[in-house]
């Protein structure tokens, strides 16, 4: 039997969880620790945090603090604000980790696979040969760097890049 070591994963597993029934993308901003929310950006009306989750590291979730579910429930000021935010993410992604291209998009309902009824997008970093046998075959994704130190890169280029704006 083959054996992936991956030690740092236990802080990640025995992490405290909101509660059932939250909506984790209204609580994690009003935490007042954005270290603790993975929250790397704050616009207006919307923010950038890490998603806890990846499909591949770096992959972030543009957020509306608005909950609302679907794209027309947002005003032309929050949509604005939210593609803001999306274009920003991506900037932020180029200069820290230089992907090769990028997937961005929004899953609206959970046949879409929307698990949280909270609008986001997903930005999401690829590298060429960035997909191979582990999620496949092994249905193990391998992230070459834990949330923490990904968001400390994110975070410093996301402060570099708005203090140049």
């Known amino acids: ?7 740092w994963r236990m802080e990640y597993i025995e992490a405290p969880r909101l509660p059932e029934g939250t909506d984790p993308f209204s609580a994690l901003p009003a935490l007042g620790d954005d270290a603790a929310a993975l929250i790397i950006h704050r616009s207006p009306l919307s923010y950038l945090m890490l998603n806890r989750y990846p499909y591949n590291p770096g992959h972030l979730l543009a957020i509306p603090f608005r909950a609302v579910t679907d794209l027309s429930e947002l005003n032309p000021t929050e949509r604005a604000d939210l593609m803001d935010e999306v274009i920003f993410a991506k900037e932020i992604l180029a200069a820290a980790i230089n992907p090769n291209a990028f997937n961005i998009g929004f899953n609206l309902g959970s046949a879409a696979g929307g698990s949280i009824a909270h609008l986001h997008g997903h930005i999401v970093p690829r590298w060429n040969g960035d997909t191979n046998f ?22 410093g280029t996301a402060e570099q890049l708005s203090a140049k704006a």
Do not use: N
């Open 134 to 155: 582990m999620p496949v075959i092994g249905k193990t994704r391998v992230l070459p760097q834990s949330l923490d130190a990904m968001y400390a890169r994110l975070k």
């Open 1 to 7: 039997m083959d054996h992936l070591h991956a030690y």
